[in-house]
């Protein structure tokens, strides 16, 4: 059974840091893309971040970000887990955060994602 689980999330004040995790188990997706999204209460989700895995041998790592989180967030990853460190955090960036990893290949920007977690809450007060 293929489990993701997110862990990192919280509570922070605007300008704080957050390192958000998320590790998969039952298969492995060291082939593929994992990624975050986020939805806020009454939001659409967005796709937040995502990347490939150069495979530690210092091969070239495809990532995505959302225009919102530009120069704020970074992914990163190894085989079979994906971080999200975020930085200069905004009240705007308040919501539920969900780890994906797909099981097929695409453009990052496009992927369509098989796998998700249950979500971490992040709160970002002024």
């Known amino acids: 059974q293929v489990q993701l689980v997110e862990s990192g999330g919280g509570s922070v004040q605007a300008g704080g840091s957050l390192r958000l995790s998320c590790a998969a188990s039952g298969r492995t997706f060291s082939r593929y893309a994992m990624g975050w999204f986020r939805q806020a209460p009454g939001k659409e989700r967005e796709y937040v971040a995502a990347r490939t895995w150069s495979g530690g041998t210092g091969n070239y790592a495809d990532s995505y970000y959302a225009d919102s989180v530009k120069g704020r967030f970074t992914i990163s990853r190894d085989a079979e887990t994906v971080y999200l460190q975020m930085n200069n955090l905004k009240p705007e960036d308040t919501a539920v955060y969900y780890c994906?990893?797909?099981?097929?290949?695409?453009?990052?920007?496009?992927?369509?994602?098989?796998?998700w977690g249950q979500g971490t809450q992040v709160t970002v007060s002024s």
């Open positions: 994906a990893a797909a099981i097929k290949w695409g453009p990052l920007h496009l992927i369509e994602y098989d796998y």
